[in-house]
């Protein structure tokens, strides 16, 4: 039992040795720190076994299981309906001027059949000498290309009159395209053998209508506006830079692209057909410009467009921002597929690392600014390099990363409050609930490896005993004495930790309690504390058992007197013991003081009210607030130097 022990089972040799046979032992649930610690060891071995399995990865887990889900939905593209609102509110940014664009390059002229021509010819389509007279029209103006976004598969009035103007104009580029069965929409054998190319029209918007998306290539055929380019490209002086133009993938049937569209379609210069054909445009506005002709009336091949969402515009407007996308290299260029992958695992992982040791504060700020810092990064990417990133899944996986670290947390300190719980519940039966508050806040101070750590301290310790116990318990049922043993040990206990005081142990019918554990004072205020405290516990334990002996006496019990013995001074406090058992306790010469005083209350009596001894070290702190007698300077035994001792007299009235 240590040094503590052996030295009150010295002080107690001459008068107990008849109850060497049949000592009570009265253990309750144990000692709480030795309880804790038990459960502290097991609980805490097995969970770092686990821990140090994963090791420090564990901080990851939240944003690891955050990423496979986000990669899982891109993957099955869960994703892709908000990444579409994010391609549509980039446009709308550049719409309120919050994002640049350069708008649509002045090289692309529309001739559209719109209403005003539908209503002066009367008919649609129109007969192809009408298709005949445009081109004438265009002729003086000499167009670097000029495009047809119709179809002219089937034979009709003014045909012979239409070829001719084809070959005559030697840069007209056709269209073609694919019924629903897959059959080939082709232009008439007479269009097409003078024409300067035929490039397919075939288009698929999003399943939300808007389109995105254009196909360069479509069965190997290119696109209407890459035909427009590549007949460009042949025009173009040989020392001027030739256009960079897609080329088709082998076994790929189709090659899309994803569109930067320039600004609204009503934005684009555009002709009406009659206007032209009838030369009421100036020849010059044509002049070296890539001419498209398509239907612009309403109804009549609609396509929505980010900019045109509630009204729908035509789809020749499709192949002018593909020919403005190709112009000046402003196509849109997504990251690949598997860097989006990797991207969307780092993306988590670091919102775990940004994310843990921050508080509600720090937390909030970053469920705001990440979001919005990695919007930025996307704009700047976009508007800098056309590099399109996605939005949705990284803001997505920040946010499923964030909301698992605060579920980890949340169960972690469910975990937390069952064990403190636990803890609490075992510390609570043996020191104050703030003292057992305090050591759950403090635990890693003094817990290390499911042991308490031994420190050195100063600290009050007191001991005290039942003044004839050895007589008193040869009277006595054993079934009764330790009922009337365990009531003065519950209120004496009661006393001691309502003050602070910690109950090293109970031998017998003796207590010894220490005031300034676990935690070590330093400073000279908190030591006077705690033996002020001390002091106050037997003051309590005083009052406390004339009530106690008033109703023994009324029950016909024998009556209870104490000793106390009381001694501040250094201790050694720490876990003590083997492996298979532990017992938290403080042992150094400050114990077998405080034991010798308590055994000298049998001998001084006088002035000596209420039967507590201590040292002149104890006096020092709490004079100022007791009152006390010199009982003299004595030789302990065991002890080389002589200690002053005192009784306490009472408290000092406050003037």
């Known amino acids: 039992m240590g040094t503590s022990v052996i030295a ?58 955050a990423a496979g889900l986000s990669i899982g939905m891109w993957q099955m593209g869960a994703w892709q309906p908000l990444e579409q609102l994010g391609y ?53 103006s000499k167009p670097a290309v000029i495009g047809f976004d119709l179809l002219f598969v089937d034979k009709g009035k003014g045909d012979q009159e239409f070829a001719s103007a084809i070959s005559r104009t030697g840069n007209v580029v056709l269209s073609t395209a694919w019924d629903d069965q897959g059959q080939p929409l082709k232009p008439l054998p007479e269009f097409r053998k003078d024409a300067a190319g035929i490039g397919q029209i075939w288009h698929n918007p999003d399943p939300d209508g808007i389109s995105r998306r254009a196909a360069v290539y479509a069965k190997n055929k290119p696109a209407l506006a890459v035909k427009m380019l590549e007949v460009y490209n042949q025009q173009t002086v040989a020392s001027l830079s030739k256009i960079k133009l897609p080329q088709p993938i082998a076994g ?10 320039p600004g609204k379609a009503q934005s684009l210069t ?35 467009s980010p900019f045109n969402q509630n009204s729908p515009t035509s789809g020749v407007y499709l192949h002018a921002a593909l020919i403005d996308n190709l112009l000046n290299s402003k196509l849109l260029k997504p990251l690949d597929e598997t860097l989006i992958l990797l991207l969307l695992l780092a993306v988590g992982l670091g919102t775990c690392y940004v994310w843990e040791h921050r508080g509600v504060v720090g937390r909030l700020t970053l ?48 975990q937390e409050r069952r064990e403190k719980q636990l803890l609490m519940g075992l510390f609570e ?29 100063v600290a009050t310790v007191l001991f005290m005993d039942i003044r ?40 017998g019918d003796a207590i010894m309690a220490v005031f300034g554990v676990p935690f070590a004072h330093t400073e000279e205020e908190d030591i006077r504390q705690d033996a002020l405290n001390a002091i106050d ?108 001792i005192y009784s306490i007299l009472g408290k000092k009235k406050s003037k």
């Open 8 to 65: 009150q089972n010295s002080a107690k040799a001459n008068n107990r040795s008849d109850l060497a046979s049949k000592q009570i032992s009265v253990k309750r649930l144990g000692n709480p720190c030795r309880s804790a610690s038990s459960w502290l060891r097991s609980g805490l071995s097995q969970g770092k076994k686990i821990w140090q399995a994963v090791g420090s990865l564990h901080t990851f887990i939240p944003g690891a299981v």
């Open 88 to 140: 549509n509110a980039k446009f709308q940014m550049q719409e309120l001027g919050l994002m640049p664009s350069a708008g649509w390059d002045d090289k692309i002229v529309v001739i559209g059949i719109d209403n005003a021509t539908l209503n002066q010819y009367e008919r649609f389509p129109l007969s192809r000498n009408r298709y005949a007279q445009l081109l004438q029209a265009l002729e003086p």
């Open 252 to 261: 790929k049937k189709r090659q899309t692209v994803w569109l930067n569209w």
């Open 270 to 304: 555009t002709y009406s057909f009659a206007d032209v054909a009838e030369g009421k445009v100036p020849s010059r506005a044509f002049t070296g410009k890539l001419v498209l002709v398509g239907v612009t009336a309403t109804a009549i091949d609609s396509i929505r």
């Open 367 to 414: 469920i705001v600014g990440l979001p919005l810092a990695w919007l930025l990064i996307a704009c700047c990417a976009l508007s800098c390099f056309q590099i399109w990133m996605p939005a949705a899944a990284p803001v997505g996986t920040m946010l499923l990363a964030g909301f698992g670290v605060q579920l980890r947390d949340h169960w972690e300190k469910l």
């Open 429 to 457: 039966q043996y020191v104050a609930p703030e003292m057992a508050s305090l050591i759950w806040q403090r635990k890693t101070e003094i817990f290390h490896n499911g042991h308490l750590l031994a420190q050195e301290q």
């Open 468 to 507: 004839g116990f050895t007589s008193i318990s040869e009277k006595m049922a054993p079934g009764e004495l330790f009922t009337w043993l365990n009531e003065y040990l519950n209120a004496m206990t009661e006393c001691i930790m309502d003050r602070g005081g910690v109950v090293d142990k109970y031998i």
């Open 537 to 644: 516990a037997c003051m309590a334990m005083h009052k406390k058992l004339k009530k106690l002996n008033r109703r023994l006496r009324f029950e016909g019990k024998p009556q209870i007197k104490i000793g106390i013995g009381i001694h501040t001074g250094p201790v050694m406090a720490g876990s003590m013991g083997g492996s298979r058992r532990l017992n938290y306790s403080v042992v150094g010469d400050t114990v077998n003081v405080a034991s010798r005083l308590e055994s000298m209350n049998k001998t001084v009596t006088s002035e000596n009210p209420y039967s507590v001894l201590i040292s002149g070290k104890t006096y020092a702190y709490v004079r100022k607030h007791y009152r006390a007698q010199s009982v003299g300077a004595t030789q302990l035994r065991g002890r080389e130097k002589a200690t002053m």
